[in-house]
């Protein structure tokens, strides 16, 4: 496969999608030479439109999900849906050559949009605890999901000028971090073809409409979420000898963590350790007999990430027994939501890199 062609392709999709959808008032998108080509922008603009208007939470994408796969399969791929719940895979073979992977994520966040827009999102979704939440596509998978059709039309149209094997996918619950593992559990990489590369986009507030940035090598970081959950032994705020006081406890350990990476990383190394909520006690003069701490740990390499993600539970269990607490009543340490360094392979980046120069201009 020619994968300069086929990365430009699917950039010049991006590229008039962004332009087209955020300036379109003021400007004429670059590259739309013909009515066909306007024809194409207005159809996914369109699309665009009702994918923000209605989203859908994790593990919840049910309609989204066969939007996309009729999109798919109207111009010619094989659709495959509900693969790791609402995953949806799609192949078109056309001759012998590389398999190129892009994919999409596709859940919205239980977020209200107050962009004031005329087409802003109003849906309501239901949440895990069967509350009902507003829901928005707060972080553009509706521009995502736009442009993977876009590629999926301009790839089709144009199945003579490669060849090879496209698979396209639209991931669930992407924010909730499960849907790609589900994909994988399930065979994604052996019920359909393997590919040689992997593409992806994600929009970013920081760049300008129409220009495009690029990582070689490490890109985004390690995410663990942690939860420690600390006991104590609770009584009245009068007589504080009595207890444990759970919540002294919590300020030694978040304290404490900070050593992890000041002291135990090296400078030339990355790492961060955020305690993002401490909750304890319900009354000002009552101690309780427990706490709750949430943390993120962020890392690039695996060797920093085992040593943060073991100095947690290392020092919570220290800071408990410094306090003179039972080993039965030592801290619980867990950790959910991990997910992976992105790793850009540095090759495949500079050819990337070259296609988007042909088709942006290397000053975008």
């Known amino acids: 496969m020619n994968l300069e062609s086929i990365t430009g392709l699917y950039l010049d999709v991006r590229r008039q999608l962004l332009k087209g959808l955020f300036f379109l008032s003021v400007i004429t998108p670059v590259g739309l030479a013909n009515a066909q080509d306007q024809g194409e922008l207005s159809y996914l603009q369109d699309l665009y439109l009702h994918l923000h208007q209605n989203p859908e939470l994790s593990f919840h994408e049910e309609q989204t999900s066969r939007r996309i796969a009729a999109e798919l399969r109207s111009v010619g791929y094989s659709v495959t849906e509900n693969v790791g719940g609402y995953g949806v895979v799609a192949v078109m073979q056309n001759g012998s050559g590389r398999t190129v992977l892009v994919r999409a994520d596709m859940d919205g966040l239980p977020v209200q949009e107050q962009t004031g827009l005329a087409y802003a999102s109003k849906a309501t979704g239901l949440n895990d605890a069967g509350k009902t939440v507003p829901v928005m596509h707060a972080c553009a998978h509706d521009i995502h999901m736009t442009s993977l059709v876009g590629l999926a039309r301009r790839l089709s149209a144009k199945r003579d000028n490669w060849s090879g094997t496209v698979v396209l996918v639209g991931q669930p619950a992407e924010e909730r971090v499960g849907g790609a593992k589900a994909m994988i559990a399930e065979g994604l990489f052996e019920k359909f073809p393997k590919p040689d590369y992997n593409v992806a986009l994600h929009t970013s507030a920081s760049l300008p409409a129409g220009q495009v940035g690029l990582t070689s090598g490490y890109a ?30 919590a300020s030694h350990i978040v304290v404490a963590l900070q050593t992890l990476v000041s002291r135990e990383t090296s400078p030339l190394e990355s790492g961060v350790v955020t305690v993002g909520s401490i909750h304890s006690g319900t009354k000002h003069n009552i101690i309780s007999n427990n706490a709750h701490l949430q943390l993120t740990v962020r890392s690039y390499t695996d060797e920093v990430r085992d040593n943060l993600l073991a100095g947690i539970k290392r020092i919570a269990h220290a800071q408990a027994q410094s306090m003179g607490l039972p080993e039965t009543l030592w801290p619980e340490v867990t950790y959910s939501e991990a997910t992976p360094a992105t790793y850009n392979d540095p090759t495949l980046t500079a050819q990337v890199q070259a296609a988007l120069n042909d088709v942006l201009g290397a000053d975008n």
């Open 220 to 249: 985004l970081a390690n995410v663990d979420s942690v939860d420690v959950a600390i006991k104590g032994i609770g009584g009245h705020g009068a007589y504080p000898h009595t207890t444990k006081d759970p919540v002294v406890l």
